[in-house]
């Protein structure tokens, strides 16, 4: 390109020729996505199945609890809106899903719940996919709850909105206890919207959703049917495309206005940033997530759906994961979800070593949270921007010593675009 | 009539209550500029360090004698006032100079530990507990067909003398008007020789005290003590600190007229209403007055300066 043609051509016209083709660009913005889809297979299709059922339930817990940690790093790390109410959403998804999946089974599918029901049509048919439906129910209600409470962010911030989140999620609570019980599938199948959106179970818990996600491997009897859930592949689905959305989401202009809104709300209104249009849109995205969390959450084998378990406790659950992972970093929130999942397993297998160190016998899981709170406290005095900080795995030195190198080798050129030479 | 009358005085006797924890929440505010989330938790400590002692002197049973009474609240009030002066050393000071979301997290931090190691078999156990009545449990007139206890009694008038005294020492000592000038700048304060740390020190002392003696009443209204971890105690302390914000935190007059006005939405509702919707009533107003007016009825809007 001589200097000529640069003075005679337009900007637009420049801009246009920098653009990627089509193709690749399309190529390129949905590689992850099936990276995604591919990881999610192999972790149902190879590695549940070499574990154990015990270790393979852990693995669906961690990603749950990856993305509704996740979903929280959205409004508490990025935007900087202190939310303790976020079990509040997860309720809502999980509630909705649960509507979606007992009464469509029934209703829709014809299936008398109840008795054992393992697969409805194998995978990917029709009880997945109404599973699957019932995921996205669940986040669009909670997205319009997320709605509801990010319109308060606008008047309140701080401390007063964590009071208006928590306030928000004790209603719900409140409310959801005072519902009657499921009808049986036998009267379910005559139930009206009425009764289906009103008897969820009370104080005890919304019964009779089909285990949809569970650790157990595809498994084919004798006869060739299959006998388990993909709900493996479906967890890591939801998790993959979560966090790949929140990488473009914290990459892009939005995620940028997000950090400018948490670092200072009156300098990212005099640069020009719609902090009430963002914050909004925080809460929005992260009620979303929130509510397929809360749907997997409620088809997960041995999770009992009630408003007790989804209660403010577990809202302070998630907010320790995003707090020590570090609020606003992605993989640190990731890294810090695992291992809080992880650790009362561990701790459980540590403690006969201690009781013989010291000489006293250990209960580990009255000692579990202790030692959270004292996390808390002393992350938030020694390392205040929590482990990770807002940096990435990406961006630690050792993981640039050996990691990058290594990816851009296999990588460069056809995943990732190589640098140009030309440029300095 | 008589629901009517029976639920005054529970308004009465519990508003005292929460007044008397609310006051903790406001002081704090009103010097450090933060919810201490940890607040509420100091107040089931206050039962619990109470049943404790009673036990140490042997009280636990019936018939404990008629000084057991001042001895007990004098103990809790000041072990808790050390606690609260030992948290907040600890706790809260290395992060005087953090943002206010630190400061925060950190407050929840120390409630769920207080919360958690209070249940340790070795601290208070994971077993409610019957509280001994350190006050007769006789009532003493009948009015309208309800018998007023003097449990109800006992509650109203050492709730309203502590409330009196701590009136006396904010707007009538060297100690309170110490207290408002770090409230008003501290910066300012400091250079005219307070020694702000030390007022800092002494506010917690003072609201944890007060938060002791509620929940020594609150145990003695309701003759049991919960488990520390107990979603009871949180609520409730949840409720105190609505009527703290609802009242305008960091004003002591209003947050003592939000206990009240949270007592008689809470206690009304229960009993007119809904008596499984308490709480929805509570939130609901919390929301309305942070939404209409979010420095709280009697508080001052703040404009925040860049």
Known sequence: MSAGDRRTRSLAERVTELRPNPLVAAVRSAWPFVIAIVIAFVLQAVVAPAMSPFKAKMLLDIGIAIVLASSLNIVNGMAGQFSIGHAGFMMIGGYAAAVVTYYGSIKLLGVPLGVDVPVIGGFMGSGDLLFLASCIVGGIFAAVAGLVVGLPSLRLRGDYLAIVTLGFGEILRVLVQQTPEVPSPKEAAEAGLGTMMSHLGGALSFTGTPTYVSPTPWLENASGEQTGHAGIFFTYLIVGILLVLIYRLKTANQGRRLLAVRENEIAAEACGVNTSRTKVTAFVLAAFFAGVGGALFAHELGATLSPKELGFMKSIDLVIMVVLGGMGSITGVVCAAAFLTVLPELLRTLAPMITNLIGVSVNPDAYRMPLYALALILVMILRPQGLFGIRELWDLRWWKRYVTPAWTKIAGGWLIPRAPKDRP | ?306
């Open chain 2, 1 to 306: 009539m008589t629901t009517l009358v029976q639920t005054l005085v529970d308004t009465i006797a519990l508003g005292s209550l929460y007044a008397l924890t609310a006051l903790g929440y406001t002081l704090v505010y009103g010097v450090l500029r933060f919810i201490n989330f940890a607040h509420s938790d100091i107040f089931t400590v206050g039962a619990w360090v109470a049943w404790s002692f009673c036990g140490l002197f042997g009280w636990l049973g019936t018939g404990s004698p008629i000084f057991a009474m001042p001895i007990i609240l004098v103990l809790a009030m000041a072990t808790c006032a050390a606690l609260g002066i030992l948290i907040e050393l600890l706790a809260y000071r290395p992060l005087r100079r953090a943002p206010r979301l630190n400061v925060l997290i950190t407050a929840i931090g120390v409630s769920l530990l207080l919360q958690n190691c209070g249940q340790l078999d070795w601290v208070f156990g994971r077993q409610g507990q019957p509280m001994p009545a350190l006050v007769e449990d006789r009532s003493l007139f009948m009015l309208a067909g309800v018998n007023i206890r003097l449990v109800d009694i006992t509650i109203v008038l050492l709730a309203g003398a502590l409330m009196v005294a701590l009136e006396r020492l904010v707007y009538g000592s060297k100690v309170g008007r110490a207290m408002r000038a770090v409230s008003f700048d501290e910066r300012v304060a400091s250079l005219m020789g307070i020694n702000v740390n030390r007022i800092v020190s002494i506010t917690f002392g003072i609201g944890s005290a007060l938060a002791a003696a509620g929940g020594l009443l609150f145990a003695l209204k309701y003759s049991n003590i919960k488990q520390p971890a107990d979603t009871t105690w949180v609520l409730l302390g949840l409720r105190a600190f609505v009527a703290a914000v609802v009242g305008g935190i960091g004003n002591v007059r209003g947050a003592v007229a939000g206990a009240l006005l949270i007592a008689f939405v809470e206690q009304f509702g229960a009993a007119y209403l809904s008596a499984n919707m308490r709480d929805l009533f509570v939130f609901v107003v919390l929301i309305v007055v942070l939404l209409v007016k979010p420095s709280g009825l009697f508080g001052k809007a703040v404009v925040e300066k860049v």
